[in-house]
């Protein structure tokens, strides 16, 4: 069973800080590897994605950087807000030509006013 | 758009007892999904659908059933409940897979087992 090991699982930041999460993978052979948010009482909704081909992608105040030496993703999130208090996942897919993620056991992010 | 519905948003069963969870999306998607969310464990797949009328199994299978007799609709099923089936049930679709499989979640269901 492949896993997918993501850290810190919980992370307190102060208005205005950078946020570091990373995703840890066995297998990036894969072509897709998305980030997902969830809020208190809600399902989770796409963040960002990126392929292994790209180092970086960045959309607003949210970056994923890829360290592929030491397969592992992270997603930066810079001058983090109140507002981006919630759980954040990454997934990759198991296998190619399908359509099932695995997800990281999630980060819980609280951003201190 | 509603999106992906799910009913109910929350319910508790005895155990022994059975019940359904009804996802349903209008997005026309052909793939859909259930999940179990735990505490430190995060999504877990349950089963999964790749179109009407098919079904597979996902990661965690066992304890449950699933039926899509109409693209829209995605049935989650518990025959007999037991208390480690307590959870968060989240259902999603999906338009394909791949960078093209991007999953829209529902709201979720709580689910109590005594």
């Known amino acids: 069973q492949q896993q997918v090991k993501q850290s810190p699982q919980s992370l307190i930041v102060q208005k205005g800080g950078i946020s570091i999460i990373n995703c840890a993978y066995e297998n990036t052979a894969f072509d897709y590897f998305p980030w997902y948010q969830q809020f208190p009482g809600k399902g989770p909704a796409l963040l960002i994605a990126i392929r292994p081909d790209v180092s970086e992608k960045k959309e607003g105040r949210f970056t994923i950087s890829f360290n592929k030496s030491a397969k592992q993703f992270s997603l930066h999130i810079m001058d983090s807000q109140p507002g981006d208090s919630a759980t954040y996942f990454c997934?990759?897919?198991?296998?190619?030509?399908?359509?099932?993620?695995?997800f990281g056991t999630g980060t819980r992010l609280k951003v201190l006013a | 758009n509603a999106g992906v519905t799910q009913t109910p948003k929350f319910r508790v069963l005895k155990t022994g007892q059975s019940m359904t969870l009804l996802c349903a999306q209008d997005?026309?998607?052909?793939?859909m999904y259930w999940y179990r969310q735990d505490p430190g464990m995060g999504l877990r797949l349950i089963h999964y659908s790749v179109g009407e009328g098919t079904t597979a199994k996902g990661e965690v299978p066992d304890g449950y059933n699933v039926s899509r007799l109409k693209k829209q609709n995605f049935l989650l099923g518990l025959e007999s409940a037991a208390p480690p089936q307590t959870s968060v049930y989240f259902c999603a679709s999906s338009h394909g897979g791949g960078r093209a499989g991007t999953q829209y979640f529902g709201p979720g269901t709580r689910l109590l087992v005594l």
């Open positions: 997005m026309n998607h052909e793939y």
């Open positions: 997934a990759k897919i198991i296998a190619a030509g399908t359509y099932k993620y695995i």
